[in-house]
């Protein structure tokens, strides 16, 4: 069975977010299962959901809420392996309640955690997790590192090439 990343949300208003961590697994060719999960709403699908996601061969899950945001916390209690919260942006306190709600975990129950609306990294985190024993998979995380590297590069030239303001004209 190929190694697979859960990627739970407590809402279909996180997907945008969260979207972002299917992208980067998908580039990464990491397979992987997205659904939208309450652990207040539907507390015992969510918890038949982290209770068997080991079985259905997750190494990983990705949990992104916002608010309160029980949901990386009560998978990481579940759920033996790695967890990776992503604290999604709210609109009362901006994402610092979600924040600090995924980050304060009690000492035992330990949950991975990116920045705010930070579902790119948490995808990246997932797959550099499973590259520890998929070397085609760290091949590709390099390659993806080495294309970064060259973006900037090739911005740092036109910049230099051009100068400040054309180069700002140019962005807007």
Known sequence: MAAKVGIIMGSDSDLPIM???????????VEYDMTVIS???MPDVFFDYAKSAE???YKVIIAGAGGA??????????????????????????????????VQMPSGIPVATV???????AGLLAAKILAVSDP????????????????VSAKAEKLEKLG?????????
Do not use: C, Q, W
């Not at 979207?19 to 060719?29: P, Q, V």
């Not at 920045?115 to 990294?121: E, H, K, R």
């Not at 400040?164 to 807007?172: F, G, H, P, T, V």
């Open 39 to 41: 652990a207040h709403r």
């Open 19 to 29: 979207s972002k961590a299917a992208e980067i697994l998908d580039l990464l060719k």
């Open 55 to 57: 079985e259905k061969g």
């Open 69 to 102: 945001a029980h949901l990386p916390g009560m998978s990481a209690a579940i759920f033996p392996m790695p967890v990776i919260g992503v604290p999604i942006m709210t609109k009362a306190l901006g994402g610092v309640d979600s924040l600090y709600s995924i």
């Open 115 to 121: 920045a705010i609306n930070g579902a790119l990294n």
């Open 164 to 172: 400040y303001e054309a180069y700002m004209k140019e962005m807007n």
């Open 136 to 151: 085609d998979l760290l091949e590709r995380i390099k390659a993806y590192a080495a294309s970064l590297k060259d973006g």
